[in-house]
């Protein structure tokens, strides 16, 4: 069974432009999680969704952000005309209930 | 609203003593917590966890304890490792749901 995974694992973008980051969540696992660490920072709650769902996106920047979960596919947080304060480190979580199983985490840098 | 904290931001242990990580939380919905490890530039790796029904579990070198009517949880490691090294999370969840619940993180650094 292979864990969460997520693509890219390293992500350049210049200002503006349209970031993509991609997780696939263990097989069985209904539920996905996404959470940003910026440098210095924890884990910050981003968004919550269960398949073609979203259960809690208080997390989410009001502009420019956008999670999906499709009923088929991975789980896709979009970042669309990135600023350099995006720069962070993006994880996603899969969930069967309680215990979430991370990947290994998108590192975003915005040039 | 910081419902989980996690006050202490860092802690230095020599290597074979214990290492005694705290976590208080504020909401009384939550009745499952869990510690997760975190080393640079990987995801968090789930440790263990404690359901509100019980108020100690133990894993190996690494033990929870719940005190409920505290809103407290800490993790124990004895005896504490170089390869212990890391940020140490906890978390708690409630009732079906809800979502997983973080705190900020301690460093805990054993020196050899």
């Known amino acids: 069974n292979a864990g969460v995974m997520q693509n890219p694992r390293h992500l350049v973008r210049r200002r503006g432009q349209e970031a993509r980051l991609r997780c696939s969540p263990m097989?069985?696992?209904?539920?996905v999680y996404w959470y940003r660490q910026l440098p210095e920072e924890g884990l910050k709650f981003m968004v919550y969704l269960q398949k073609e769902n979203i259960i809690d996106e208080s997390g989410m920047p009001k502009e420019r952000f956008s999670a999906e979960f499709p009923k088929e596919g991975p789980s896709i947080l979009r970042i669309q005309q990135v600023v350099r304060g995006d720069s962070a480190a993006y994880f996603c979580?899969?969930?069967?209930?309680?215990?979430?199983?991370f990947g290994q985490g998108t590192r975003l840098t915005v040039v | 609203d910081q419902q989980v904290k996690q006050n202490s931001p860092s802690l230095s242990v020599q290597e074979g003593r214990i290492s005694i990580l705290n976590c208080d939380y504020t909401?009384?919905?939550?009745?499952?917590f869990l510690w997760y490890k975190k080393y640079p530039a990987e995801g968090p790796t789930f440790l263990i966890s404690i359901s509100s029904i019980k108020d100690k579990n133990e894993d190996g070198r690494f033990t929870v304890f719940l005190n409920k009517s505290a809103k407290h949880l800490s993790l124990h490691i004895v005896p504490s490792q170089p390869g212990d090294s890391a940020v140490y999370f906890c978390a708690a969840i409630g009732t079906s749901g809800s979502r997983l619940t973080f705190g900020e993180g301690t460093q805990l650094t054993v020196n050899p």
């Open positions: 097989k069985g696992h209904s539920h």
């Open positions: 979580a899969s969930s069967p209930f309680a215990e979430a199983f």
């Open positions: 909401n009384s919905m939550f009745d499952y």
